[in-house]
């Protein structure tokens, strides 16, 4: 029992995991609904984008940079797709890829200014922020658009609008960056630029390369996470994500799953279980009739305690008893 344990608590993930078993046993106890197929449909699709977005944060923040700008980044692409077929007259295909290549191409500038002209990430971001915040209201008026017609149907049910369409796209992309994370030469470098640029670079490593790639990759999922919720809400809102709300769900999501701020270290299972973690702490409230308020005491207090582990069992891996 000694070595599983040793072994289960080597993971990143083991005590999100913990936690995320406990709210669940907890919530089902208290309430039938809880186990109900559309209340679970609820969490899955309140899940999903969360954890979507949280992959990108882990990259971003396990090679030492962070993105505050992938929530607006959100909202833009389903307008991008939006005017791309009712106004400029795109096939549905190429106009959701135009949408997509928009986040990549927003996560490459803040790259470029980021590593190239050498501006801090967060500043980068929150500029990037503020500017497609802008860029959305005063295209769309600040009101929300109809889903065009060409992708109102087979296109939209596959990639949000059927029930459990969320759940299936982030468990792909989980599995994919978790492998890419673990198992490539892309994810060793990932974690040597946030460990250790100097000697990164003096490795042979391409830091530029590797930091900028990974802003794509986040503006990218920023953009996937912003259509798949609108195809799930029917409409396109330049509110979805709620703002910097995604963004800052997918910070405490990867934080919560064992990522630290300070760059080197991270997991994309951890943060996918943070995004559950947290939606069914959110959902089991709304359940048992406790009010919305007291979820961002929680969270604050959730995200304070998950760090204080994690500089915890980093202590203990690194003196060799766990």
Not at 3 to 16: G, K, N, P, T, Y
Not at 170 to 190: D, E, K, M, P
Not at 251 to 269: D, E, K, Q
Not at 286 to 304: E, Q, R, T
Request: net charge neutral; glycine share 14%; aromatic share 8%.
């Amino acid at each position: 029992m000694r070595r599983v344990r040793e072994e289960f608590l080597r993971h990143r993930e083991a005590s999100v995991l913990v936690v995320a078993l406990g709210l669940g046993l907890y919530f089902m106890s208290v309430t039938d609904v809880f186990l109900s197929t559309a209340n679970l449909v609820n969490i899955a699709q309140a899940t999903a984008p969360a954890a979507i977005v949280a992959c990108g944060t882990v990259l971003l923040l396990v090679s030492g940079e962070i993105d505050l700008s992938v929530g607006v980044v959100a909202a833009l692409a389903p307008f991008m797709m939006h005017y791309a077929i009712d106004f400029w007259g795109v096939p549905a295909i190429p106009a959701i890829l135009l949408a997509l290549l928009t986040g990549t191409l927003i996560g490459f500038g803040n790259g470029f200014v980021t590593v190239v002209l050498r501006v801090p990430s967060f500043v980068t971001t929150l500029g990037t922020l503020y500017f497609v915040t802008g860029v959305v209201l005063t295209t769309s008026h600040a009101y929300p658009a109809e889903i065009p017609g060409p992708v109102d149907g087979a296109i939209g049910e596959w990639l949000g609008a059927a029930d459990w369409a969320h759940l299936g796209w982030a468990l792909v992309i989980v599995v994919f960056l978790h492998v890419v994370l673990t198992r490539t030469r892309w994810g060793l470098h990932t974690v040597a630029v946030g460990g250790n640029p100097l000697g990164a670079a003096e490795a042979g490593v391409r830091t530029a390369r590797i930091k900028i790639g990974n802003f794509m990759i986040a503006g990218t999922l920023g953009a996937f996470a912003g259509l798949i919720e609108a195809f799930r809400i029917h409409t396109i809102d330049p509110n979805i994500g709620g703002g910097t709300g995604l963004m800052f769900t997918a910070v405490s999501a990867a934080v919560i799953g064992g990522t630290a701020l300070a760059g080197g270290s991270g997991t994309i299972v951890g943060g996918a279980l943070g995004a559950l973690v947290l939606a069914v702490l959110q959902n089991g409230m709304n359940l048992i009739g406790i009010s919305a308020n007291p979820y961002f005491l929680i969270l604050g207090l959730a995200i304070l305690v998950s760090m204080i582990a994690n500089v915890y069992l980093t202590r203990l891996r690194r003196a060799g008893r766990t």
